[in-house]
């Protein structure tokens, strides 16, 4: 039990052959202070001082800090994710607040991934976060987003999900998707075969809309949606259970069901496939 300082937190090497996390990070210690912060997944069997060092030394990359980011960046900012990176170009916009509560009715007009960055900096001052106020694009995907553990994707539409899925796949990046529409949730993590080309196919790289002003989508769903996805983040950063990889997660907000799907890799896929494009 961690009680008496860094020193008595676990060191044990017990790598988890999926994670994506090397083995060098497990060395960390913790302060008096973050050993009370973590102290509830402290005596979690499944995290413990390893999974908590291991949040400690993954970097994760928050595309979209909207519904599902608002859900996503408070949870693993709580959780310790050690470096946080949240890339988003809009501002806060009245129509936002519906679901998004990393943000307040006086913060209209301010961009979002400074705001965000701002509520992390507040909320665990352990947490290394950089707010980057761009769109991303096929053009500075590569680079904004190497030097990751993980990407979280909550963007609302196909054609940006794609290119962060096609630098993901290039970069060797474990990629998490999350998407939510009206009443219904869906959750992926893609590591290497299937990818989420595989899953969506090719229809959609021009197909930039904005599926929540289109169609609507309930305020709680994103909470419950954002959530869910980084429960899945940190099952993979820390360890905890089963490969959380290949399989896609469906929620049905008019009923409450959760339903999971294996998704199968398409040998014809143009990113991860047999003939993928350099
Ligand atoms: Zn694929």
Redesign the pocket.
């Known amino acids: 039990m961690p009680t008496g300082g860094a020193a008595e937190v676990e060191l044990r090497l017990d790598q988890r052959p999926w994670t994506t996390l090397g083995t060098n990070e497990t060395q960390m210690t913790f302060s008096d202070e973050e050993l009370t912060r973590y102290a509830r997944h402290l005596v979690l069997p499944q995290i413990g001082g390893q999974g908590q060092q291991r949040l400690k030394a993954a970097r994760v990359c928050v595309v979209g800090a909207g519904g599902i980011g608002a859900a996503v960046v408070p949870a693993l900012a709580g959780a310790g994710v050690g470096s946080l990176t949240i890339i988003d170009g809009d501002t806060v916009d009245l129509s936002n607040l519906q679901r998004q509560p990393l943000y307040r009715s006086r913060d209209i007009g301010e961009p979002k991934a400074a705001l965000a960055a701002q509520f992390v900096r507040r909320l665990n001052p352990f947490v290394e976060v950089r707010p980057i106020e761009r769109r991303i694009d096929k053009l500075n995907a590569p680079d904004l987003l190497a030097g990751h553990d993980l990407i979280l994707d909550g963007t609302d539409n196909f054609a940006t999900r794609l290119t962060v899925s096609d630098a993901a796949?290039k970069l060797g990046i474990a990629l998490l998707s999350a998407a939510a529409v009206q009443f219904q949730g869906q959750v992926g993590l893609f590591r290497g075969?299937?990818?989420?080309?595989?899953?969506v196919g090719d229809a959609h790289d021009t197909d930039d809309c904005d599926t929540c002003v289109e169609l609507g989508v309930l305020g709680a769903l994103t909470g419950t949606v954002g959530n869910f996805a980084a429960l899945m983040a940190i099952r993979m950063l820390a360890g905890a259970g089963d490969d959380p990889a290949g399989k896609l997660h469906l929620f049905d907000g008019l009923t409450g069901e959760w339903r999971q799907m294996r998704l199968p890799?398409?040998p014809g896929?143009?990113?991860?496939?047999e003939q993928r494009s350099p």
Do not use: E, S
């Open positions: 796949v075969k299937p990818c989420y080309r595989c899953f890799a398409d896929c143009r990113t991860c496939g």
